[in-house]
């Protein structure tokens, strides 16, 4: 099956915005949820977002909470996270995620997730 194709990132200042989005077309009449993930260099990946695909119900990291928004595109299967107030620390590669909904693991957990994107950069400049 075609991998999600993330798109959006760069680099931005700090307090600057910028929006992802994930093009998931052909994957997501089996999936569940969707989610953002990041890895920093040197750290393990973590989660960010998520978003049940059909009710559409988010959570988010604490780290993030009130600056990014996740959501999503039914009809043209994309998934997004409009990031907003970046700073620093949010650099990273920034993942998008699907799983089918049949893992016992977390949602906020990697394993969950059934395929991942290929990932984008942000880089947020101080």
């Known amino acids: 099956q075609v991998q999600p194709v993330e798109s959006g990132g760069g680099l931005v200042q700090a307090g600057g915005s910028l929006r992802l989005s994930c093009a998931a077309s052909?994957?997501?009449?089996?999936?569940?949820?969707m989610g953002w993930f990041r890895q920093a260099p040197g750290k393990e990946r973590e989660f960010v977002a998520a978003?049940?695909?059909?009710?559409?119900?988010?959570n988010y990291a604490d780290s993030v909470k009130g600056r990014f928004t996740i959501s999503r595109d039914n009809a043209e299967e994309t998934l997004y996270l409009q990031m907003n107030s970046l700073k620093p620390e949010d650099t990273a590669v920034y993942y998008c995620?699907?799983?089918?909904?049949?893992?016992?693991?977390?949602?906020?957990?990697?394993?969950?997730?059934?395929?991942w994107g290929q990932g984008t950069q942000v880089t947020v400049s101080s």
């Open positions: 995620a699907g799983s089918t909904g049949r893992s016992r693991d977390p949602f906020y957990s990697s394993t969950y997730y059934n395929y």
């Open positions: 978003i049940t695909w059909r009710a559409g119900s988010t």
């Open positions: 052909g994957r997501t009449f089996s999936t569940y949820v």
